[in-house]
């Protein structure tokens, strides 16, 4: 069965050109042309990934994509005509997975698009425990579920994204271990690091203040400067 992309693009041309490509290479593409059409196509569609503009008219793909996020770990890889580091920086720290400016080629499009889709696959087999293995972590105030990729603070909800949830899967899964920003971005992304910081930053940032009480007192995330970062002792 091929897999499903939807493609939220205002610009039409932009859009058939992606959706021809997207479909050559055997996906199977719905194309809508708004925030508030992607959110209703949501509701009763599930999709493997989702292309999405920031520039939208109705409900700006931002705003969009932070809806998306609050249900949904579907990956997400933004299509931009900002080149602005901010707006990338903002865009991976409200939950995409991936960002591409415009204008691109289709060429790199494609292969970030299927580099994505490898790393959802290995996390989704990964995620799958073996019949001896203890799924369920409770750490603190805590209970991180391995299998459900779901996890409850005082018994609430914690919608976090794919990233920030393999950030902390892989923190309470080796709890002694201090991992450099290069050694997470390896073990998440699933690819060589180029010294972005601000990717790593950002997305421990957002992870504190989901499950952190205080976020400029973290206990379950701690910062050993200069090195990198390491689970806190939380009993």
Known sequence: MSQKILIVEDDHHISAMVKGALEREGFEATAVFDGEQALTRLKSHTYSMILLDLMLPKLDGMECLKIIRSTSMVPILIMSAKDEDLDKALGLGFGADDYISKPFSMIELLARIK????????????????????????IGNLMVNLHSFSVLKNGENVAL???????????????????????????????????????????????????????????????????????????
Not at 117 to 134: C, F, G, I, S, W
Not at 218 to 227: A, D, N, R
């Open 115 to 138: 580099a994505i889709l490898r790393r959802q696959a290995h996390y989704m087999n990964a995620a799958v425990p073996t019949q001896n293995e203890d799924h369920v972590i409770h």
């Open 161 to 235: 994204t794919a990233k920030e949830f393999h950030i902390l899967k892989l923190l309470i899964s080796n709890p002694s271990n201090v991992y450099t920003k290069s050694q997470i971005y390896q073990a998440v992304w699933k690819d060589d690091y180029h010294g972005d910081e601000n990717v790593i930053n950002v997305h421990i940032r957002r992870l504190r203040e989901k499950i952190e009480d205080d976020p400029s007192h973290p206990v379950y995330i701690k910062t050993l400067w200069g090195i990198g970062y390491k689970l806190g002792d939380v009993s």
